[in-house]
């Protein structure tokens, strides 16, 4: 560890049983050895809470603690995290054990942070057991006062599911094939999800803190573009620093991917440092086809989380292990040893993170971006619901198709949650954004009023927060705003033969598995982009993309998924219109520039990464600090970066 200049290690993740090998014997003498030789070798350790794997014999003594699925069957112990957040007996033991450790290493110097837990909901998200429906139950009376309001908030009388009280509230378990599960209580199902499991990570993070209050608590978020397990955006304020998990998406999205998710944590970081708690040196064991890195891509990620914000840069896992389901996913010492190109490229990493923070590159923070692509955790939830208009749109692959159309525009664009400062920015967009709460209908009116630009698309505003539809045509709220009244949508697919699978737009793109059919254009709005259809599809000519004004600001619509590639496409002339400038034309699209900066401006780190498969030549000012995958000619003052 000393060679690879690591200084953090998160330790006894999943060592509960043998912290406390049987119900009456504690054993710290192991952790005890390890903390003292980290620390004795200037290592700092994030000591874990050591809740996220229970011990057998707790399974064995208390069957109750497992969850159980939606067919009502408990979950089988023998993996990680069997167990229910709203069991009374599993909290006790689980407070139990936070309260040992932190009156062990409560005042240990080596121990500076506490690593609540581990990726909490992974497995235990959904959990139907009758712990869960009496919490359910409790959590519904507190949030909604009255049972009169429940049923009008879950639209109960259509399809007689009216209750006449709380005790006949019921969680979504398993009502017979092909049942739909009333959309309102699967959407309150979700929130409960993410608020019992953060009531249990509360309760953990007490315990320590009445006995340990001076030392910061952290647990690791999923934060991707295709995860939702949590609503992070109620996280990042119980935490005292945010450190997220990512694992790459091979494939031509790879550093996009990463840059977005990474824009998000950012974000939740609130201005705080954070971590990158775990990511991959090279291939990870658990999909279906494990890719490893391509050389050079261990040290170019790392360095695009920390120019993305990130101020720690950790990796799941230190040593390759022999056994147990983990065996095959990569580590910073693989299983050839380390005399091994990644364990080299592990060094070479920890002397550049070296150099980068004695230049002061701690004390920066990302260099905010002049455009905020707005990303809501219950929009993607409300999507998932099986009786929607297509199953083929989903809210997260709206934030990242727009984050990529920008970056090939020249933008890097920060990506903020629902409820945060997104009506702080130049401009915003509501990517596919099914829910506008009365509060964001208000926030967006305000912005737009105030001289706001902002960029709506199809799937946004047509909900409230109860999943109830804003009447009166789409998007039913911010209508005026927008300009564009939508009175059906045309969903579009090749199920079936001589179906309409896609639509073609003026401006040379093509619109994929949704179109809105906009049936007015106010006074106020103008037409950028019409389909231009065979006659029997009823769209030729319709309006795709239109621009308003309202107030001071000015408002896009787009009323068709285009994907990235439409979406880069029809960019520049609404960029144009909205009065957003961007990079030079010559500097557009191949590379991804990120800044970091401190207050005074005397620390400014300036990252180019290549987003494509192809060699990218960059002119660069003055003498590179690190250049991974990049050649330097000095003489030119470029660098070719692969
Ligand atoms: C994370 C988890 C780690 C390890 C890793 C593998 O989800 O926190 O313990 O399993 O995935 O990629």
Known sequence: MGQA?????????????????????????????????????????????????????????????????????????????????????????ALTLCRKLAERYGTNPYVTAWHMGNEYGWNNRYDYSDNALNAFRLWCERKYGTIGALNQAWGTTFWGQEMNSFDEVLIPRFMGADSMVNPGQKLDFERFGNDMLLDFYKAERDAIAEICPDKPFTTNFMVSTDQCVMN??????????????????????????????????????????????????????????????????????SLAHLAMGSDAICYFQWRQSKAGAEKWHSSMVPHAGPDSQIFRDVCELGADLNKLADEGLL?????????????????????????????????????????????????????????????????????????????????????????????????????????????????????????????????????????????????????????????????????????????????????????NDFGDGKAAYVGARLGREGLAKSLPVLLEELGIETSAEDDRGEVLRVERADETGENHFVFLFNRTHDVAVVDVEGEPLVASLAQVNESERTAAIQ
């Open 5 to 93: 200049g690591v200084n953090t290690v998160a330790l006894a993740i999943f060592s509960w049983d043998r912290i406390q090998p049987t119900e009456d014997r504690w054993d710290f003498g192991w952790l005890d050895r390890i903390i003292d030789k980290l620390g004795n070798a200037g290592i700092v350790v994030d000591l874990a809470s050591a809740t996220a794997t229970a011990p057998l014999w707790l399974y064995e003594s208390h069957p109750e603690v497992l969850p159980r699925d939606k067919y009502g069957h408990p979950v089988n112990a023998g993996s990680r995290q069997s167990w229910s957040p709203t069991s009374p007996v599993f909290k006790e033991y």
């Open 232 to 301: 992070y955006a109620k996280w990042a304020d119980e935490v005292d620093f945010v450190s997220n998990d990512h694992y790459f998406h091979e494939g031509e999205s790879h550093l996009d991917e990463l840059a977005c998710s990474d824009a998000l944590m950012d974000s939740l970081a609130l201005g705080k440092p954070w971590y990158v708690m775990e990511h991959s040196t090279s291939a990870v064991q658990w999909k279906p086809l494990n890719t490893r890195k391509r050389a050079g891509e261990l040290m170019r990620d």
């Open 363 to 547: 004390s920066t923070k990302l260099v905010k971006s002049k455009v905020a692509v707005v990303f809501d955790y219950e929009s993607q939830w409300a999507t998932e619901h099986t009786a929607t208009p297509t199953q083929e749109v989903r809210h997260w692959t709206e934030p990242l198709a727009w984050f990529r159309a920008l970056a090939d525009n020249g933008l890097t664009a920060d990506v903020v949650p629902v409820r945060g400062p997104w009506d702080e920015y130049e401009a915003v967009v509501l990517p596919s954004l099914t829910i506008l709460s009365e509060e964001t209908t208000r926030r967006v009116r305000e912005y737009v009023a105030n001289g706001g630009k902002l960029f709506v698309t199809y799937y946004t505003g047509l909900v409230d927060d109860k999943d109830h539809v804003w009447l009166g045509g789409y998007p039913g709220s911010i209508r005026d705003v927008v300009g564009v009244r939508v009175e059906e949508f045309a969903p579009m697919g090749n199920d079936f033969p001589g179906a309409m699978d896609h639509l073609d737009l003026d401006n040379g793109t093509v619109a994929h598995d949704f179109a809105d059919v906009i049936t007015s254009v106010a006074d106020t709005a103008h037409v950028v982009a019409s389909f231009k259809a065979d006659k029997w599809t009823g769209f030729d000519g319709a309006p795709a993309i239109t621009v």
